[in-house]
């Protein structure tokens, strides 16, 4: 048999084993590549160490000039950044304080936007507590520039940054930018970072509120939410009257809501029953399912067994789940249960079925 009859009988099996030869050279190449690139980073870490060890010996911080130049080549930063969260995170923070202005001007001057990113991210992962407060100011003035950038990634390395440097005043008014910007930012990374903020959390929450009425709406849901997962209630009475205003959005009205019914009362109780009974079969119910959730806070309370036996009633899912699942909560007569169950609304009877269930009082 020729060689050629014998590729065409077996091209199936040889093509097999050609593919799994290209899968293996590939895999080799990857393999080596990514050997080089961990030698590289080891490397650029030694370096560092070098420079740190050196620092120990001298008693100075303070980096030579082409040290400085580092901060604006991403290799470097990244093993930078890596050492901040290590045993050595001491000695960076001891750097980033003693050159502070030379760090700010190369970085501002010669780093590109990925390589000003994560120097910001650097600030936010590096003990910043033994900075002075010009170098905090210093620092919080070239992270409030970084949210104008177009890069996400910027803008959110500079805010956590911001959170890090504990700094409330600057916290503030980099919201305050982001705002009178425009620029969308999601606003549960900035409820989210506010509620890391590593200074005083109370002074943050007084700084936000001294310029709340200046931030649009996006950005004013992202406080409330701050403060519910703070448990702030300061100026719940002041979240209460907003909820008459006909300029703030749905959303701010939930996140408002969420605020407020965590701190049980008879006014509270009354804003949450109106909501219910106004919105609980409206197209923007969305309000009323909210409230639902925190009527389960007053118990042997008829008014609100009725207002919750309306809203389990509601076309919407979400309200009549929210409703049945307060319901529950509230453990009324049986009658009431009865009444649903059995009642002409199957779509309330499956949504208190549900719940009940969950309870573990009904087996499906």
Same mark, same amino acid.
């Given at each position: 048999?020729? &060689?050629?009859?014998?590729?065409?009988?077996?091209?199936?099996?040889?093509?097999?084993?050609?593919?799994?030869?290209?899968?293996?050279?590939?895999?080799?190449?990857?393999?080596?590549?990514?050997?080089?690139?961990?030698?590289?980073?080891?490397?650029?870490?030694?370096?560092?160490?070098?420079?740190?060890?050196?620092?120990?010996?001298?008693?100075?911080?303070?980096?030579?000039?082409? $040290?400085?130049?580092?901060?604006? &080549?991403?290799?470097?930063?990244?093993?930078?950044?890596?050492?901040?969260? !290590?045993?050595?995170?001491?000695?960076?923070?001891?750097?980033?304080?003693?050159?502070?202005?030379?760090?700010?001007?190369?970085?501002?001057?010669?780093?590109?936007?990925?390589?000003?990113?994560?120097?910001?991210? &650097?600030?936010?992962?590096?003990?910043?507590?033994?900075? !002075?407060?010009?170098?905090?100011?210093?620092?919080? &003035?070239?992270?409030?520039?970084?949210?104008?950038?177009?890069?996400?990634?910027?803008?959110?390395?500079?805010?956590?940054?911001?959170?890090?440097?504990?700094?409330? !005043?600057?916290?503030?008014?980099?919201?305050?930018?982001?705002?009178?910007?425009?620029?969308?930012?999601?606003?549960?990374?900035?409820?989210?970072?506010?509620?890391?903020?590593?200074?005083?959390?109370?002074?943050?929450?007084?700084?936000?509120?001294?310029?709340?009425?200046?931030?649009?709406?996006?950005?004013?849901?992202?406080?409330?939410?701050?403060?519910?997962?703070?448990?702030?209630?300061?100026?719940?009475?002041?979240?209460?009257?907003?909820?008459?205003?006909?300029?703030?959005?749905?959303?701010?009205?939930?996140?408002?809501?969420?605020?407020?019914?965590?701190?049980?009362? $008879? $006014? !509270?109780?009354?804003?949450?029953?109106?909501?219910?009974?106004?919105?609980?079969?409206?197209?923007?119910?969305?309000?009323?399912?909210?409230?639902?959730?925190?009527?389960?806070?007053?118990?042997?309370?008829?008014?609100?067994?009725?207002?919750?036996?309306?809203?389990?009633?509601?076309?919407?899912?979400?309200?009549?789940?929210?409703?049945?699942?307060?319901?529950?909560?509230?453990?009324?007569?049986?009658?009431?249960?009865?009444?649903?169950?059995?009642?002409?609304?199957?779509?309330?009877?499956?949504?208190?079925?549900?719940?009940?269930?969950?309870?573990?009082?009904?087996?499906?």
């Amino acid at each position: 048999m020729s &060689v050629i009859e014998l590729i065409k009988s077996n091209y199936q099996i040889i093509g097999i084993c050609v593919l799994v030869l290209m899968l293996l050279i590939v895999r080799i190449i990857v393999y080596l590549r990514g050997e080089k690139h961990e030698r590289i980073e080891e490397s650029l870490r030694q370096g560092w160490k070098t420079v740190i060890d050196r620092c120990r010996n001298t008693g100075s911080y303070v980096l030579k000039e082409r $040290e400085i130049a580092r901060f604006s &080549v991403s290799g470097w930063l990244r093993a930078f950044g890596e050492l901040c969260e !290590t045993t050595e995170a001491e000695a960076c923070s001891a750097i980033l304080r003693d050159n502070s202005e030379k760090l700010i001007a190369r970085v501002g001057g010669r780093a590109d936007n990925a390589e000003k990113g994560y120097f910001a991210y &650097v600030l936010f992962v590096a003990d910043l507590s033994g900075l !002075t407060e010009a170098q905090k100011a210093d620092y919080a &003035v070239f992270l409030r520039q970084l949210l104008s950038n177009n890069s996400v990634f910027c803008r959110e390395n500079a805010l956590k940054a911001l959170y890090n440097l504990g700094d409330a !005043t600057a916290v503030a008014d980099a919201v305050g930018m982001l705002s009178a910007d425009a620029r969308l930012h999601n606003e549960k990374l900035l409820s989210d970072g506010m509620n890391s903020f590593r200074g005083d959390r109370k002074k943050l929450a007084e700084a936000l509120m001294e310029r709340f009425e200046l931030y649009d709406d996006h950005s004013q849901s992202a406080v409330i939410t701050f403060f519910t997962v703070a448990d702030f209630h300061d100026w719940d009475e002041q979240f209460k009257k907003r909820l008459d205003n006909a300029d703030i959005s749905t959303d701010q009205r939930c996140d408002i809501l969420r605020l407020i019914l965590k701190q049980p009362s $008879e $006014e !509270t109780k009354q804003i949450l029953l109106r909501v219910l009974l106004d919105k609980g079969k409206a197209e923007d119910w969305q309000t009323a399912a909210v409230a639902a959730t925190g009527l389960d806070r007053y118990p042997n309370d008829g008014e609100v067994v009725e207002a919750l036996k309306y809203g389990i009633t509601s076309p919407a899912w979400n309200v009549r789940m929210n409703c049945a699942s307060s319901l529950v909560k509230l453990d009324p007569p049986a009658e009431v249960f009865d009444g649903i169950l059995n009642g002409s609304d199957a779509f309330a009877a499956d949504a208190l079925r549900f719940a009940l269930s969950t309870k573990g009082q009904v087996n499906e």
